[in-house]
């Protein structure tokens, strides 16, 4: 298959690096010129995903178009930010009637939409629009080590196809047919990390992690299921699988947020320290909207929406989270 990756990020160049290992013909693109040209020539990502060999059927462009050619399948794997540009560049290349797949996790600011509401909304007319979700690491896909992710859609007879077509002996593959869920599930899991890399930052202990996760998993799914997902989707790769990665992983972005932050050092500190986008941050305040919009209860986003809006101290948000009246779970 052909296969045009948007992003060069480091989960886009591990999904590119893959599916070319695997027999694809894959085309990447990123808007900086620069950034093609230099995967292009050296072969590696040595900014995003340094000490890997880019496969001899894998081709970075700064061109869209080109990128486009003869594709068969779109991955989008930009920031959410950039995702109703790059959707938006799609349309505008004439494209806008392939398959597409988002892989980066999320809400939209300000809209509150999730990654392929946008892409429906922008291409109304696309009747073939997936999630591709699930626990996976850059770096260890990048190794070709073993993993299992989810492919969603409610288009049920596509995304049972495509999951036949893409699935291989490194990364597994599981239809889905809730998207809601499956979206829902890979945004809010990365405000349940950058809590626990708090709490294991402040050395509150295993305990701790254990009751931030499990309590973590009952907010996102009451989330999920207020915006229409079904609450299995909530115990499976998508849901408990990605957030028990996220928030226990020392590769994740999110979960380092959360350490920075036990250690006093800013926001913005942190960030630049960690060099690649934490999807966690802008997700805590559309999460603690949707949560208000839906009228449901999230003490664990809320304490964090207090806590990037300086409103309260890293050192009184467990505090807090402990002091709540007690309640039947």
């Known amino acids: 298959m052909n296969i045009t990756v948007l992003g060069t990020g480091a989960w886009g160049t591990a999904l590119g690096m893959h599916f070319a290992l695997h027999q694809h013909q894959v085309n990447m693109w990123t808007h900086n010129a620069e950034h093609a040209q230099t995967m292009q020539a050296t072969r590696q990502n040595e900014r995003y995903l340094a000490g890997f060999q880019l496969p001899d059927n894998l081709t970075v462009h700064s061109d869209l178009g080109a990128a486009l050619q003869g ?30 797949l988002t892989a980066c996790k999320g809400f939209e600011l300000d809209s509150g939409l999730l990654t392929f509401e946008v892409v429906q909304q922008v291409l109304p007319e696309n009747n073939k629009i997936g999630v591709l979700s699930g626990p996976s690491f850059a770096q260890e896909l990048a190794k070709q080590l073993p993993c299992a992710v989810c492919l969603a859609s409610n288009n049920t007879a596509w995304i049972d196809e495509l ?23 890979g945004a809010v899991k990365n405000v349940m990390a950058i809590a626990t890399g708090l709490s294991d930052g402040l050395g509150y202990g295993l305990n ?42 020392a590769l994740s972005r999110n979960r380092k947020v959360g350490l920075g ?52 101290a890293a050192s009184d948000v467990m505090e807090r989270l402990m002091q709540r009246e007690p309640k039947s779970e």
């Open 71 to 100: 594709s068969e399948l779109i991955l989008i794997v930009t920031p959410v930010v950039g995702l109703r540009d790059s959707v938006n560049l799609i349309k505008e290349h004439g494209a806008g009637h392939l398959p597409i």
């Open 163 to 185: 999951t036949q077509q893409l699935n291989t002996s490194v990364m597994r593959l599981y239809a889905n047919h809730d998207m809601i869920g499956v979206a829902v599930g």
């Open 208 to 249: 701790a992690r254990a009751a931030l996760v499990t309590r973590g998993l009952a907010e996102i799914t009451r989330l999920a299921v207020a915006m229409g997902a079904q609450p299995k989707t909530m115990m499976g790769l998508a849901g408990m699988g990605d957030l028990i990665l996220t928030c226990t992983g």
């Open 261 to 312: 932050l036990a250690e006093g050092k800013t926001l913005h500190q942190v960030l630049r320290e960690i060099g690649h986008v934490a999807e966690g941050v802008p997700t805590i305040e559309e999460v603690h909207n949707a949560a208000a919009k839906h009228q449901i209860d999230m003490p664990i986003t809320d304490m964090l929406y207090q806590l990037v809006r300086n409103e309260l």
